[in-house]
Each structure stands twice: as structure tokens, then as C-alpha cells.
């Protein structure tokens, strides 16, 4: 059962900056949130609904940029024309996000603030080289993923800001997203991807460690599965123990790897 609570639906971002705090949160989807709330992880006093806040449902492309409203869904993401193409990984990462609810309802925001470590977005973002605006009553500020991830359900997030957007700078890099699951979240993930001559490769890997992490070399002959999978530190569950996830991660590096040079895009 959910305890008492008030729940207040501004229209416009200033009210809702006004109304955010240490017991007074914002929510989307509710999709992790009342989960959280269910089991008496979460017990604000007050809920900020942003849905009714336009501004923060936008998708827009500029020369140098992607810019996805906070507010977004990962179906809206994956069906968006601007976004596939360009940055037809993040489309094809958000049609296979957890189930037909989890993605008519779930949030690029709320999955990035909630922080659940298995998130298939942080991991596609980091390796897409995105960034997240933050604003409060106050100001405003921006950071790349690694300065925002910090932990399991943890962020630089602070109580009295709101996540507005995520960007992705442009040319995107393209590439291949693996995953391997047992459940409706990962076990382990790989985003492997490449901007083009001159620029280094990227091998993000999430869902496996308490957060994703990223690996760069000159050319692919510089990335090495099998050193990835030693250096990692999963995190051991039902779905699997640490030489078995650390198997798994060199597994799905090798195959991103041959996918990518094969000239596997976007999948
Ligand atoms: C069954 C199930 C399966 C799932 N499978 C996957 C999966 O395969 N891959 C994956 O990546 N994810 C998965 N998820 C997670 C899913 O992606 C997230 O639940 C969803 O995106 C969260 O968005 P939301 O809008 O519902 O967040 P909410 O539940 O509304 O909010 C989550 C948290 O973020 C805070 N918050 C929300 N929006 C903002 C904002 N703009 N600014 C500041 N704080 C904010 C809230 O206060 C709350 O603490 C799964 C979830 C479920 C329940």
C-alpha cells in the first residue's frame, strides 16, 4: 500500500522548480517511482506530476546537436523521425527497453534520475558522449553521464533540481547495442561505436557494474574483450556470478566489436 501523499501538476517549469525538494519530488512515469514508494524506499510528501509541462516533451535537432525533452518516453524515442536519424542507436536501444508499459509510460528522465544500475539508457548514452541539463529555481547546469552517474540509485543530482534535457552532440556515433537478459532488465550490456576516421572507438558497458563505464581506443585493434572483462566488477545476482558476467561481458564485446567493422549499424 502507498502512504498519504499530496500531488501537485504545474503547467509550467518555473512553478515546478518552485515546488521540488528533499520531500517533495518529481515524477513522469511513476514506473520506478511507485515501486520505490510501494516498498517504503521513497516516502515524499508531495509529488510533482510533470506531465502537463510542454516544454519538457521536446525533441529537437540543431547543426551540432540532439536535444531529447526529459519528459520523452521511450516509445516517443523510438518512434521519433528527428531522432532515428540521427541517433539510430538511441531508437533501437529504446524499442527494446523493458515492456510495452515500461516504454508507453517510462521517461529518458526518470530512467537517468532514478539511476536503477541495470538502465540501458545510461550505458547507450555514454557511449553516444551525451550530456544532461539540470535546472533549479536557481540556475542551471550541465553535466556529461560520468559526472551524473555516481552509484546504484545515485546522481549529482540535487533534491531541488530538475533533469530538462538530455544532448547528444552531432554527428552521432553509430554502432551496435547488445544486451543479454534473463528478466525484463539486462544482465550485461554493450554499446560499441564508432564516429569515423580519426575519431577514437567507444565500448560502453552497463547493467553488469554498479555503473556503466567506457572504454576508448585509436581503432578497434585497441580494444581488448578479454581486459575489459578482467577489469570490470560486477556485481553478482541471480542472474549470474562474477566470472560468469565477467564471461558474458567478453562474450558481447567480441560480438559488438565484429558487428561494428562488419558494418552493422543501428541495432
Ligand atoms: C518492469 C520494468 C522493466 C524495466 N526494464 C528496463 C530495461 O530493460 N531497460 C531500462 O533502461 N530500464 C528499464 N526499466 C526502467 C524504466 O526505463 C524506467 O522505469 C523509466 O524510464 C522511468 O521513467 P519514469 O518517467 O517512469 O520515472 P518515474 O518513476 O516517474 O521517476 C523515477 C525517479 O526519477 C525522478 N525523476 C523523474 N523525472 C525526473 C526529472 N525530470 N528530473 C528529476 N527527477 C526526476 C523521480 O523523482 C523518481 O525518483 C524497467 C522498469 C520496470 C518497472
Known sequence: ?????????????????????????????????????????????????????????????????????AGVTHEQIAEDKTVRESAGLLSSVTARVGNSRVRAQGTIGGNLCFAEPRSDLATALLALDASVDFRSATGQ????????????????????????????????????????QFTERPSVAVAAVESGADQPVRVAIGAVSEIPILV?????????????????????????????????????VNKAVAAVQAGVRDV
Open 1 to 69: 500500500m502507498l502512504g498519504s501523499f499530496t500531488v501537485s501538476r504545474p503547467t509550467e517549469l518555473e512553478d515546478a522548480l518552485r515546488l521540488i525538494g528533499e520531500d517533495s519530488l518529481a515524477y513522469w512515469g511513476g514506473t520506478e517511482l511507485f515501486l520505490a514508494m510501494k516498498m517504503q524506499l521513497l516516502v515524499p510528501d508531495n509529488l510533482v506530476d510533470l506531465k502537463a509541462i510542454r516544454q519538457l516533451s521536446d525533441v529537437r535537432r540543431t547543426d551540432s546537436e540532439l536535444v531529447i525533452g
Open 141 to 180: 547546469r550541465s553535466l556529461t553521464i560520468p559526472e551524473f552517474m555516481l552509484g546504484p540509485y545515485w546522481t549529482a543530482r540535487e533534491p531541488e533540481e530538475l533533469l530538462v534535457a538530455v544532448r547528444i552532440p552531432l554527428p552521432a556515433p553509430a554502432g551496435v547495442y547488445l544486451k543479454f
Open 216 to 252: 576508448t581506443a585509436d581503432d578497434w585493434s585497441g580494444i581488448d574483450a578479454a581486459a575489459i572483462a578482467a577489469g570490470i566488477e560486477p556485481v553478482p545476482d541471480l542472474t549470474g556470478s562474477v566470472s560468469y558476467k565477467r564471461h558474458l561481458v567478453e562474450v558481447l
